[in-house]
């Protein structure tokens, strides 16, 4: 007879286990469901969205086996003065900084200008002084600060000046400055 009752508690617990996970269920995927449209939102709202560009057009993502890179060798850059540094005896740092960067550029070869521009040879002094124009308005603090926005600017003047996207990435390659 103990056999039994105890079969039929643990039936029971059992039971009120199930019901108060299925209840629990429910209550975490409608808190789960408003996270996920609290997030949604936000990102919609400072433009996260990586399957879409500035424009709200479809941004095309290029394979490996399609990319070629060209890259610029060391560019020595003077950077902007910053008037507001200091030194540690509080004197002004009229000093010159440098930027001493190299580029890569990746190319999409499916691209319909990709054959007519690939040859960056014979382009790339054009390409340098973008490069040097876009760098060279930071000063030192602000270009260790912003690489991603200096690539992204550097990128942006690329494809105005070819007026095509068949370069599609720039990346700066281990940055000094001084």
């Given at each position: 007879?103990?056999?039994?009752l ?8 059992l039971?009120v286990n199930?019901?108060?996970?299925a209840?629990?269920?429910v209550?975490v995927m409608g ?15 400072i433009?996260l969205d ?8 479809a941004?095309?993502?290029v394979?490996?086996a399609?990319?070629e ?5 060391e560019m020595?850059?003077?950077?902007k003065?910053?008037t507001a540094?200091t030194?540690?005896?509080g ?8 930027a001493?960067i190299s580029?890569a550029?990746?190319?999409?070869t ?8 690939s ?5 790339e002094?054009l390409i340098k002084g973008?490069?040097n124009?876009v ?5 030192m603090?602000q270009a260790k600060?912003n690489a991603?926005?200096?690539e ?10 070819f ?5 599609y990435?720039v990346?700066?390659i281990?940055p000094?400055y001084?």
């Open positions: 007879m103990k056999k039994n105890i079969s039929i508690i643990i039936l029971a617990l039971i199930i019901v108060l996970t209840i629990n269920m209550s808190t789960n469901k408003k996270t996920a449209d609290l997030v949604t939102d936000i990102a919609s709202a433009s990586l399957g879409e560009g500035e424009e709200g057009e941004v095309e993502t394979s490996m399609d990319t890179t060209y890259t610029i060798s020595r850059i003077l950077l003065k910053d540094s030194d540690e005896e004197n002004v740092d009229d000093n010159d900084h440098y001493l580029v550029l990746s190319m999409n499916k691209n319909k200008d990709y054959k007519t521009y040859d960056l040879t014979t382009r002094d973008l490069i124009e760098v060279s308005q930071y000063t603090e600060n991603q926005q200096m992204d600017e550097i990128l942006s003047k690329i494809q105005e000046r007026e095509s996207d068949f370069i990435d990346t700066l281990s000094l001084q």
